[in-house]
């Protein structure tokens, strides 16, 4: 079992840049993949990025990519998002996700459903 807990939120404005963290306890950190996902009120829950274990392949939705990246440091059990250009639509709370077994294909990786753990979220919001 993992938990999981982001940090790194808060107020930015339009253009600027965040770096959010999701650090984990227990054991093992290194064979999970890990995803963010961001909700605002009244909608689903949304695919971000995601990293898989060992070397690392990343997969992004098309609305963050080019301007977000995620990373990770198995040393520190952390995963990282690095958030550049950002935009008043990016404002929600992000959630990490641990995954305990790598998805039957990579069709699964957007899915809420393939993922095991979940932290609490952290608020990113953007002024205009």
């Known amino acids: 079992q993992v938990q999981l807990v982001e940090s790194g939120g808060g107020l930015v404005q339009a253009g600027g840049s965040l770096r959010l963290s999701c650090a984990a306890s227990g054991r093992m950190f290194w064979t999970y993949a890990i995803a963010w996902f961001r909700q605002t009120p009244g909608k689903e829950r949304e695919f971000v990025a995601h990293?898989?274990?060992?070397?690392?392949?990343?997969w992004y939705a098309e609305s963050v990519k080019g301007r977000f990246t995620i990373s990770r440091d198995d040393a520190k059990n952390t995963v990282y998002l690095q958030m550049n250009s950002l935009q008043p639509e990016d404002t929600a709370v992000y959630y990490c996700?641990?995954?305990?077994?790598?998805?039957?294909?990579?069709?699964?990786?957007?899915?809420?459903?393939?993922?095991?753990?979940w932290g609490q979220g952290t608020q990113v919001t953007v002024s205009s």
């Open positions: 990293i898989s274990r060992g070397a690392g392949g990343t």
């Open positions: 996700a641990a995954d305990r077994s790598p998805p039957a294909h990579y069709g699964l990786v957007p899915l809420i459903s393939e993922y095991d753990y």
